[in-house]
């Protein structure tokens, strides 16, 4: 049995700087991990099949479009015509959601593939099946911080950030990314600067806020509540919405701010930078 964390990732800036004749749009974005999310286990010699379990399985059907499948099959295709697993899916990231999870699912899915089956993480060939498979699966797979741009698959690894206290708030809504990004207003407002990532995140913006809030209204008031927390260093969306996360300066200022949020009966998770 082979086990994957499959990790949220945040987009600590997100700045989209042009619509491409593709339908895709060139972007610059911090992406950072934290340390928590799905998981995936891989058994070669069980059943072929996926099995989905954890809090968000009833949100996700084991059909063909699932990303692990997906990841699966393209693997066999491109890499190693290997024989279907046994492949559990524990969902515990809220789906459509902004923190990648099903990008993280489709990334930790090849590299189980790979671990199982002697490629290397970085074999060309398992990247050009991250890029195929999502704009942001290139970054899920290598899984530690990296500036990106292009469409997200063009990575420049970032030094280890500070584990900085995170929560996540999620305020139960999906959204669908293609209809955000469909809504940004063409504006090109500037780079992420360079230098320290945490400054640069802080400079910076997420460009699909104003389109997301639109379409899930109920993000205003989240981030509302977030930036009023004490102890929040940053608070902002991650994605495309509609998770919003919070950095704190520690631990405890980041429970106390779950505790006053839970009310609202959002989906909440206190984690740290990864
Ligand atoms: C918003 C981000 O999460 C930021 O990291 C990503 O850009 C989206 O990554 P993703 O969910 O893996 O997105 P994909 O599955 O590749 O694309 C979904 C849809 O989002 C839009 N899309 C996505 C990425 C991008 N750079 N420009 C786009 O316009 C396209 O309409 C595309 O059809
Ligand atoms: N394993 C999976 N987990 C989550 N979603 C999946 C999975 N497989 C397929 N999907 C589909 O992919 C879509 C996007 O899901 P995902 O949770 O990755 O979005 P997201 O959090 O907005 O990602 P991103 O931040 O990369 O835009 C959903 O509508 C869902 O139906």
Redesign the pocket.
């Known amino acids: 049995m082979i086990e994957e964390a499959a990790p949220a990732k945040l ?1 600590l800036a ?1 700045h989209v700087r042009a619509r491409r004749p593709d ?3 060139e ?1 610059e ?1 911090l992406f950072a991990f934290v340390a928590d999310g799905d998981t995936i286990r891989l058994d070669t010699a069980g059943a072929p099949g996926l099995t989905i379990t954890g809090p968000f399985a009833g949100g996700l059907s084991g059909e063909a479009d699932n990303l692990v499948l997906r990841a699966e099959r393209l693997f066999a295709k491109r890499v190693k015509p290997v024989p279907r697993a046994a492949i559990e899916l524990v969902k515990r990231l809220p789906v459509a959601s ?1 923190i ?1 999870g099903g ?1 993280a699912d489709a990334a930790a899915t090849l590299r189980a593939l790979a671990r199982a089956h002697g490629v290397a993480n970085d074999d060309p060939r398992l990247v050009a099946c991250a890029e195929a498979l ?4 290139p970054a899920c797979l290598l899984g530690r911080a990296a500036v ?1 741009r292009g ?2 698959e063009r990575l420049e690894p970032l030094p280890p950030l500070p584990p900085l206290p995170v929560l996540l708030v999620n305020p139960r809504v999906p959204v669908s ?2 209809a955000v ?1 469909a809504r940004w207003d063409g504006t090109d407002r500037g780079p992420v600067a360079s230098g320290d990532p945490i400054a640069a995140a802080l400079a910076g913006r997420n460009d ?1 806020e104003p389109p997301a809030r639109v379409l899930a209204p109920a993000i205003e008031r989240v981030l509302a509540l977030l930036a009023a927390q004490p102890g929040v260093i940053l608070a902002r969306m991650s ?2 919405g509609a998770t919003c996360f919070a950095l704190f300066d520690d631990r405890a200022r980041c429970s106390d701010a779950a505790a006053a949020l839970a009310p609202d009966g959002w989906w909440c998770l206190e984690t740290a930078l990864a």
């Open positions: 987009n997100l339908g895709y749009h972007l974005t902004g990648g990008s999502g704009s942001d699966v990106g469409r997200g990314t293609a990004f699909l994605g495309s």
